[in-house]
């Protein structure tokens, strides 16, 4: 049972390039959701998804897409990087209920030169 | 809206007890707490909703003053496993098909020495 499993766990990126990174949970959770955590700052809500085939905006969307075509899998795509989004990536799935606990991946340290 | 945290920061000695506290500005439905070390996810610690009771274990409880839109952290007789960054996360809301979006506050960093 490996529980939250997030690809890769670090990568640089240039300015302008793109890339995916990959949540996959075994746990049959309906809830997953992207943060991402800069210091100082806590963990900020990207997007989330309720359930496969949907997704929806956090609080801070703009430069990142998702996908969730399986229930077990939660993409995250920057389509042109930025060095604002220098940044460590959380992704997190729970159960659908009221009282739900988030398991949290290792994360993903990003870097954009 | 965030959450905000205080204090920002805290040093205690083994044995000492701290509260971390977290208001809002909008009234809220829902209270999370998480704590992280150095280096490693969020571990969750407690979920608390509104009309709820006081949750926790022995050392470790937290209140939600709906009223007030604050809840409260309590660390009783502090370990050196107590140290770490506390979250606590916000919802205003929550159904379960649409979801909710849980907003955490920028976190209180817990030093806990020998």
């Known amino acids: 049972n490996a529980g939250v499993t997030q690809t890769p766990k670090f990568r640089v990126l240039k300015t302008g390039q793109s890339m995916t990174l990959l949540c996959a949970q075994d746990?049959?959770?309906?809830?997953m959701y992207w943060y991402r955590q800069d210091p100082g700052m806590g963990l900020r809500l990207i997007h989330y998804?309720?359930?496969?085939?949907?997704?929806a905006k956090g609080e801070v969307p703009d430069g990142y897409n998702v996908s969730r075509l399986k229930k077990q899998n939660f993409l995250l795509g920057l389509e042109s990087a930025a060095p604002s989004q220098t940044s460590v990536y959380f992704c997190?799935?729970?159960?659908?209920?009221?009282?739900?606990?988030?398991?949290f991946g290792s994360g993903t340290q990003l870097s954009v030169l | 809206q965030q959450p905000v945290q205080s204090p920002q920061a805290v040093i205690l000695r083994e044995g000492e007890d701290a509260v971390i506290n977290c208001s809002s500005s909008?009234?809220?439905?829902?209270v999370h707490w998480y704590r992280q070390k150095h280096g490693e996810a969020p571990v969750f610690l407690m979920i608390?909703?509104?009309?709820?009771e006081q949750k926790g274990h022995e050392k470790i409880s937290a209140s939600f003053n709906e009223k007030k839109q604050q809840s409260s952290l309590y660390l009783t007789a502090s370990q050196l496993s107590y140290s770490g960054t506390y979250f606590c996360?916000?919802?205003?809301?929550?159904?379960?098909?649409?979801?909710?979006?849980?907003?955490f506050g920028e976190g209180t960093q817990l030093t806990v020495n020998p």
């Open positions: 997190a799935s729970s159960y659908r209920a009221v009282y739900r606990k988030l398991f």
């Open positions: 746990m049959n959770h309906e809830y």
């Open positions: 998804s309720v359930g496969e085939g949907t997704t």
């Open positions: 909008k009234a809220l439905y829902s």
């Open positions: 608390l909703l509104k009309g709820g």
């Open positions: 996360g916000t919802e205003i809301s929550w159904e379960e098909t649409s979801g909710s979006r849980l907003t």
